[in-house]
């Protein structure tokens, strides 16, 4: 018999990561069992007593389990948990399934546990009080219209507080959580709408009763996945979260990154978005989207791009996943620098095409060498002329004195007269003329210079049709001047995708200042796939949801950015000694580890590498397995908690963090930020990237969180009432 479709639901993995080895083979087999026949004997499929869907089952997995499953014809199943005997009779008779009338993707969700929810909070049985209902202002109509199971409706009605609405869509499907949540939140109907559940409506009419043609549809793909014939596959699955192995995407995210061919963009696209939310995802399926309409052969049109060597590497290793060798030969994907090195070596006049590119302690060392011999005095360090040199001189191209002179100097909070303008044009003069001589240059004086070559070539000479970009608020003006010319301005030439409340390098830039128009182009992913709703919110209190800029002028929030994932709170706490706080992280590492987290899931980040590194020796002397990630490494499953900076956890995520050394002398830290009295303007923006460092590195945690110090707490950490 033609084998049946197998679904297993995108929350399956935890309750399966639960189980012991045993078990967890022989939900494989059962699994591989069922897809191959059904009926096969052993399998014993049963209704519960009273279910709430006829059309739901429960089958064995061994004596002592069983599976609850939805059976919308005889030829597939979805599988929504694996429960000891008795409790999976009860879940089954409670389960609400559905094809949203929306989205058209299959659903469902716990309705027992909604009522008991209710019944916690004491807001059943209120409505003849006085109190009106929290929903009161929203029609049947209007919950129908934004996708919400008619079933839940009744229960929404009894709702008079938020503790009830948090609980509940910890429950509900996934649209309805987000829909709750905004019109918990305050915004009306046609908001969510426009917000939340336009971007989610399927390209077809939705026949509600048709679950078969529900089952490839995007949103159903996105929180089920096809059980396979593969049994290693089928492990190595469950074994993962949901987001690390997923194809399919949020009708929203393939809208962004699938276009009709006849429809290109017609210009640059922007998508924002805060962490968890999927934009990489995004900009990995636009790169193969690009892709899929370009020959095979020749040089690849696509380059991919982002800020550092590990963040490449780690694009590099996903595009292989979702398209393979056929797909990758079409992109280039480098770091920028990397793209910086290449176009210069093309330099045909041979000025740039040899030299040597110096990092920060070589750069530094040259400073202090034209101070020390040029300085008169000190009114000018190297940490406020290096900026001036990066955010004014090399910002704006500006190559002589009278230039210098004339420039504006916009977000320098130090005031400069002519005197001073002119001293410090002579020592930064100076400073480049030495690099001159040493046939040297920086690493943002570098794409200046490539910029400068690659704006010589004509359309036709320009190495690229697409540029896709990612991580974009780390970018410095000189990179996207040499992004721009990298691509032919025109249809589909530059998708970007960043979040500026993650921005951790001192560049800022506004896009159309620079000929990158994304205005009518811009959007905004609000949903977080990553992070606990309870981690979510801890993180936010880190930082000032508002008070970001959006890469173009303007500024960017976090408003309607939520999370329907659920679990505990985090641990924010304090140590009087160091050695303590050492000491509780190996016991909730350990704690964290027996409850089924491998070790290797676990991070501990650090402000920095000595930080880093004083907690590998620590966790080591308290017997617990660890080893320190540095920049270039990737993460060894073999070597136990990876131990880490702040920086170097950009791009990555774990099921659990403990972020250690949160104290007021590293957090933020005093060698990172400019003295207000030298520059105020400079130190607020230095504040608010050692926040977005914390907050980035909280925002690693998947499931766990923990924010730990010794002495006197980070100004950033909440204060304890």
Same mark, same amino acid.
Request: hydrophobic share 40%; proline share 5%.
């Given at each position: ?90 879940? &089954? ?346 046939? &040297? ?281």
């Amino acid at each position: 018999m033609a084998k049946v479709n197998v679904l297993f639901a995108d929350t399956f993995d935890k309750a399966y990561q639960a189980l012991d080895a045993t078990i967890q083979r022989r939900v494989v087999d059962f699994m591989l069992k069922l897809r191959r026949d059904p009926d096969a004997r052993g399998l014993d499929l049963k209704q519960p007593h009273g279910p709430r869907d006829k059309r739901v089952w429960t089958a064995r997995v061994n004596d002592n389990f069983r599976a609850v499953l939805w059976r919308p014809d005889p030829d597939t199943f979805y599988l929504a948990s694996i429960k000891p005997h008795d409790d999976a009779y009860t879940y &089954a008779a409670q389960t609400v399934w559905n094809v949203n009338k929306v989205t058209g993707g299959v659903e469902f969700y716990d309705h027992g546990a909604v009522e008991e929810v209710l019944i916690r909070s004491g807001d059943i049985g209120r409505r003849a009080a006085a109190s009106a209902g929290l929903f009161d202002r929203v029609s049947d109509a209007d919950f129908d219209r934004l996708g919400v199971p008619p079933t839940l409706v009744p229960v929404l009605r009894e709702i008079r507080t938020i503790d009830a609405v948090l609980g509940i869509v910890d429950y509900a499907p996934k649209l309805a959580s987000q829909v709750i949540l905004a019109l918990a939140d305050g915004e009306t109907a046609e908001q969510v709408w426009q917000d939340i559940v336009a971007p989610s409506t399927a390209d077809e009419e939705i026949d509600p009763e048709d679950a078969a043609a529900a089952v490839d549809r995007p949103s159903t793909r996105e929180a089920f996945a096809v059980v396979t014939d593969d049994s290693e596959e089928l492990e190595r699955m469950l074994l993962k979260p949901m987001s690390e192995w997923r194809v399919f995407l949020h009708p929203q995210q393939r809208r962004l990154a699938y276009r009709p061919k006849a429809k290109p963009y017609k210009g640059p696209v922007r998508v924002s978005g805060g962490p968890g939310t999927g934009k990489t995802v995004v900009a990995l399926h636009r790169v193969k989207a690009l892709a899929d309409v370009l020959p095979a052969g020749g040089r690849p049109q696509i380059l991919l791009t982002t800020y550092t060597n590990a963040l490449a590497d780690l694009l590099a290793r996903l595009l292989d996943d979702l398209g393979g060798p056929s797909l990758t030969a079409k992109v280039d994907i480098l770091n920028i620098d990397k793209v910086v090195r290449d176009v210069l070596r093309q330099d045909t006049e041979g000025q740039w095409a040899n030299v040597e590119i110096l990092g920060d302690a070589a750069l530094a060392s040259r400073w202090n060498d034209v101070l020390s011999e040029l300085a008169a005095d000190d009114s000018f360090d190297r940490p406020f002329l290096i900026s001036e040199w990066e955010q004014v001189i090399l910002a704006q191209n500006i190559r002589t004195r009278d230039e210098y002179f004339a420039a504006r100097r916009a977000g320098r909070g130090r005031r400069l007269n002519r005197a001073d303008r002119a001293v410090v044009w002579s020592l930064i003069q100076e400073y480049e003329r030495r690099l001159d001589r040493d046939k &040297a240059l920086g690493f943002k004086q570098a794409a200046v210079r490539a910029a400068d070559v690659a704006n010589g070539w004509d359309d036709t000479a320009r190495p690229y049709r697409h540029v896709v970009i990612d991580e974009a608020q780390d970018l410095h003006t000189a990179h996207w001047t040499l992004l721009r010319a990298l691509a032919p301005s025109g249809p589909d030439d530059l998708f970007i995708v960043g979040d500026t409340f993650q921005r951790i390098y001192n560049n800022r830039v506004a896009l159309s200042s620079l000929g990158i128009e994304t205005r009518g182009r811009s959007h905004r992913l609000t949903l977080n796939y990553r992070t606990t709703r309870q981690i979510l919110a801890s993180a936010i209190r880190l930082i000032d949801p508002d008070g970001y800029d959006d890469l173009d002028g303007g500024s960017d929030t976090l408003r309607g950015y939520r999370s329907i994932l659920r679990g505990g709170e985090p641990e924010i706490t304090g140590y009087p000694t160091q050695a303590a706080e050492m000491a509780a992280v190996a016991e909730r590492i350990r704690r964290w580890n027996s409850g089924g987290i491998p070790l290797d899931d676990i991070a501990v980040i650090a402000r920095t590498n000595a930080a880093a590194s004083t907690a590998v020796d620590a966790l080591r002397a308290a017997g617990v397995e660890a080893a320190p990630l540095r920049s270039g490494q990737t993460v060894n499953s073999d070597t136990g908690v990876q131990t880490m900076t702040m920086h170097r956890a950009k791009g990555l995520e774990f099921r659990a963090v403990a972020i250690v050394g949160a104290d007021a002398r590293h957090v933020p830290l005093n060698a990172a930020v400019t003295p207000s009295e030298v520059d105020h303007l400079e130190h607020q923006r230095d504040i608010q990237r050692e926040r977005s460092l914390l907050f980035v590195s909280a925002t690693r945690a998947r499931e766990a969180l923990a924010i730990t110090w010794s002495g006197r707490p980070s100004q950033f950490l909440p204060r304890r009432t």
